[in-house]
Antibody, heavy 119, light 110 residues
Framework: EVQLVESGGGLVQPGESLRLSCVASAFSLRSQWMHWVRQAPGKGLEWVSRISSDGSFTSYAESVKGRFTISRDNGKDTLHLQMNSLRDEDTAVYYC????????????WGQGILVTVSS | QSALTQPPSVSGSPGQSVTISCTGTSSDVGGYKYVSWYQQHPGKAPKFMIYDVTERPSGVPDRFSGSKSGNTASLTISGLQAEDEADYYCCSYAGNNILVFGGGTKLTVL
């Protein structure tokens, strides 16, 4: 069974940084586009960022541009999201998502990891 | 980029059909074929249901179908079952390398 497992979440204060990671079991991420999608408590889904299979292309939602950086280490089959200058409104469950397509968060979602930004 | 507009809630009885709309603009839903739909049960990760407006990933029942007319995409669920009760979200490419989700629709099976 395809599984994506996120890690690195937790409680931080506004202005601090956090790095999320996502690893896959039972398959390789290397040929896939990868996305991060988040969901604030009790709210809807929000697309955050995406990265091409070789890591050469990235894009971001306006709400995180300049503060978040998506990256991948294909040698270790790992996806990362470096989150700097965190704000209260970044509090959410963050999902990593595997996709065959650039413009569609695709077929395999992680279980999600909670990030809480609060003083 | 504003979220796509979905009705907050829809409902239907078992065996009936329901349609959930997802309204955007010519810059997102109306301008591209990259509309997808997701089902989310409480406390669970979303499940991928439809991509490229009308395509179903393998394993998704054919009771679920997608369509689009102008700036509005739709998800139709026919032969409604109790387990279809969930939140549903649409997503579209919005140009300028950005994707946008809808606000979500809660489906209640009466």
């Amino acid at each position: 069974e395809v599984q994506l497992v996120e890690s690195g979440g937790g409680l931080v204060q506004p202005g601090e940084s956090l790095r999320l990671s996502c690893v896959a079991s039972a398959f390789s991420l290397r040929s896939q586009w990868m996305h991060w999608v988040r969901q604030a408590p009790g709210k809807g889904l929000e697309w955050v960022s995406r990265i091409s299979s070789d890591g050469s292309f990235t894009s971001y939602a306006e709400s995180v541009k300049g503060r978040f950086t998506i990256s991948r280490d294909n040698g270790k089959d790992t996806l990362h999201l470096q989150m700097n200058s965190l704000r209260d409104e970044d509090t959410a469950v963050y999902y990593c998502v595997r996709s065959m397509w650039a413009s569609t968060p695709g077929d395999s979602w992680g279980q999600g990891i909670l990030v809480t930004v609060s003083s | 980029q504003s979220a796509l507009t979905q009705p907050p809630s829809v409902s239907g009885s078992p065996g009936q059909s329901v349609t959930i709309s997802c309204t955007g603009t010519s810059s997102d839903v109306g301008g591209y074929k990259y509309v997808s739909w997701y089902q989310q049960h409480p406390g669970k990760a979303p499940k991928f249901m439809i991509y490229d407006v009308t395509e179903r990933p393998s394993g998704v029942p054919d009771r679920f179908s997608g369509s689009k007319s102008g700036n509005t995409a739709s998800l139709t669920i026919s032969g409604l079952q109790a387990e279809d009760e969930a939140d549903y979200y649409c997503c579209s490419y919005a140009g300028n390398n950005i994707l946008v989700f809808g606000g979500g629709t809660k489906l209640t099976v009466l």
